[in-house]
C-alpha cells in the first residue's frame, strides 16, 4: 500500500546502540510491526569503509552517516517502500553525529534529520549541529534523535538531578 496523504506517515526513532547481524533483522521485524514509514537511528555502529546492509525489502531506501574513525556512533534515515520520498540533497557528518536530507514527498518539501549528542558538551553540539541545519532546511521539518540528556532529571537519572545546562 503506498502512502495517500501525510497523515499516514509513521515516524519512529530508535537509539539502536549497535546494529550487529541478529539486531539488523530483529530492528526490520519491530519497525514493520510498528508500521512506520520513517525511521531515525542514532548508534548505528557501520564503518565508513563497509557497505551498509541495513536496508530490506520493507526498506529499501537508506541514508547513513557513519564515523569514519572507529565502529561507534553512527546515524541512520530509512523510509519504508510505501513512502515515495524523492531525495534532492543530503549532508552527512564524518563524526556520525547527524544526517539531513531534504526532498519530497507528494510534492510536499521535508528536510528529515537524525541526530546524535555526545555524552558531554551536548548544548554546544547542538548548537553547532543546528546551526548547520538552519541553513541545510526548508518546507516541513522532522527532527529526531538521541540528545543524551534527560527529560526530566527528578525521573530520568539516579541523582534526581542533571549538571547539564
Known amino acids: 500500500m503506498r502512502l495517500h496523504t501525510h497523515a499516514d506517515l509513521v515516524i519512529v526513532s530508535i537509539n539502536a546502540n549497535g546494529l550487529n547481524v541478529p539486531e539488523k533483522s530483529r530492528l526490520i521485524r519491530e519497525l514493520c510491526a510498528l508500521k512506520a514509514s520513517i525511521v531515525f537511528l542514532q548508534e548505528t555502529h557501520f564503518c565508513r569503509d563497509m557497505p551498509t546492509t541495513l536496508t530490506s525489502r520493507p526498506y529499501p531506501e537508506g541514508y547513513y552517516s557513519n564515523y569514519i574513525a572507529a565502529k561507534s556512533r553512527g546515524t541512520a534515515i530509512l523510509f519504508s517502500h510505501d513512502v515515495p520520498f524523492q531525495l534532492e540533497e543530503q549532508q552527512i557528518n564524518d563524526e556520525g553525529r547527524y544526517i539531513f536530507l531534504r526532498g519530497k514527498i507528494l510534492g510536499t518539501q521535508y528536510t528529515f534529520a537524525s541526530i546524535y549528542l555526545p555524552n558531554t558538551g551536548q548544548h554546544k553540539c547542538l548548537a553547532r549541529i543546528l546551526k548547520r541545519l ?10 529526531a534523535g538521541d540528545f543524551n540528556v534527560p527529560l526530566d532529571p527528578r525521573m530520568d537519572t539516579s541523582r534526581k538531578c542533571s549538571s547539564i545546562p
Open 134 to 143: 538552519t541553513s541545510f532546511s526548508s518546507g516541513i521539518l522532522v527532527l
